[in-house]
């Protein structure tokens, strides 16, 4: 009874259980994934009510104001006429973008995210769209966030060719995706020199690790700048 007792108060207030307790009740896997499902990273959970208690949001600023910062450093003096964010999700970092471009275009090809960020930008072009819907040559600076990384090698491969199809020879491409040699069911990693080779004759002529947590073990990654030879 006391166990069942537990696993309830666990199961409402995680954070209320003591971590000694967790491994001797049998109490470890319930929790967590109690916590993965009520304490989201994601802007869809947080918004709909993954937030509520206080654990998600803080976490969700957190990231995301380490990501403007490390977008603001990869960006540096650049101002482009056209500016293309691939995968743009529901938008969040589409409004810093936007501040160093005239006119800004995204394509999102998820239909819910893709709603969200014509809401949220009103401003951007957002396109829903698997395949970027531009001529040759048309975008100053090309910026693609931790997308490629969830898609097979070979769909790497073809994403990064239609990113520099529609990138002008003098644009600036930049890429922050995980770094490593892990393949796994939703992510498939490179190296830092595997990302370079994929860009071509664009050359990497800048990079700084991706930290959005600081007590994180794991690599988070690099926000990689790319730039081509006139």
């Known amino acids: 009874m006391r166990k069942k007792q537990l696993l309830i108060a666990a199961l409402r207030r995680p954070y209320r259980i003591p971590k000694c307790l967790y491994w001797r009740l049998g109490l470890k896997k319930a929790v967590n994934m109690s916590v993965r499902k009520r304490v989201p990273a994601s802007y869809e959970c947080v918004v709909s009510g993954g937030g509520t208690e206080g654990a998600g949001l803080p976490h969700f600023s957190s990231r995301l104001y380490r990501e403007v910062k490390l977008l603001q450093n990869a960006l540096d003096n650049c101002m482009a006429e056209k500016s293309l964010e691939i995968g743009c999700g529901f938008g969040r970092l589409s409004p810093w973008t936007m501040e160093y471009s005239k006119d800004h275009y995204a394509v999102e090809p998820e239909e819910k995210l893709f709603r969200s960020a014509r809401k949220l930008d009103p401003q951007s072009y957002v396109y829903k769209a698997k395949k970027l819907p531009f001529p040759d040559g048309s975008f100053d600076l090309c910026l693609t966030w931790t997308v490629l990384q969830h898609i097979l090698?070979?769909?790497?491969?073809?994403?990064?060719?239609?990113?520099?199809?529609?990138?002008?020879?003098?644009?600036?491409?930049?890429?922050?995706?995980?770094?490593?040699?892990?393949?796994?069911?939703?992510?498939?990693?490179?190296?830092?020199?595997?990302?370079?080779?994929?860009?071509?004759?664009?050359?990497?002529?800048?990079?700084?690790?991706?930290?959005?947590?600081?007590?994180?073990?794991?690599?988070?990654?690099?926000?990689?700048r790319f730039e081509r030879d006139e």
């Open 153 to 224: 090698p070979k769909e790497q491969t073809k994403a990064a060719e239609e990113i520099k199809r529609v990138a002008k020879k003098t644009s600036r491409i930049i890429v922050a995706e995980g770094t490593g040699t892990f393949q796994g069911e939703s992510e498939w990693l490179r190296t830092v020199e595997g990302w370079s080779e994929l860009f071509k004759p664009w050359r990497l002529v800048w990079q700084t690790d991706r930290v959005l947590e600081v007590t994180a073990d794991k690599d988070q990654g690099k926000v990689m």
